[in-house]
């Protein structure tokens, strides 16, 4: 190999460890964000936080569609009902 290539791959060698070393700084803030915000220490916490999230979301979902469908149809029948 001649001196021109070499540099050229000490370059990209120079240019992916810094890379990485950006990856591994934004890791590290997002691990601690996720310890902070969600009380997580792991991947594995976070995600089954995140089923107990979309569990409850799911939850809320059909009680407001419930108590939507309930409104539409008292106000179909002209019937007068008061804000819980």
């Known amino acids: 190999m001649n001196e021109k290539k ?6 990209e060698i120079d240019e992916a460890k810094a890379a990485h070393q ?3 700084g934004h890791l590290d803030a997002l691990q601690k964000e996720l310890e902070k915000d969600w009380d997580c220490q792991t991947l594995e916490e976070a995600e089954a936080k995140l ?3 979309e569990k ?9 569609s419930k108590r ?3 409104i539409e149809e008292e106000w179909e029948k ?3 009902w008061e804000m819980p």
Request: aromatic share 4%.
């Open 6 to 11: 070499l540099l050229n791959m000490k370059k």
């Open 22 to 24: 950006r990856i591994i």
């Open 51 to 53: 089923k107990e999230f």
């Open 56 to 64: 409850e979301s799911s939850k809320l979902e059909t009680m407001i």
């Open 68 to 70: 939507v469908a309930e």
């Open 78 to 80: 002209g019937e007068a």
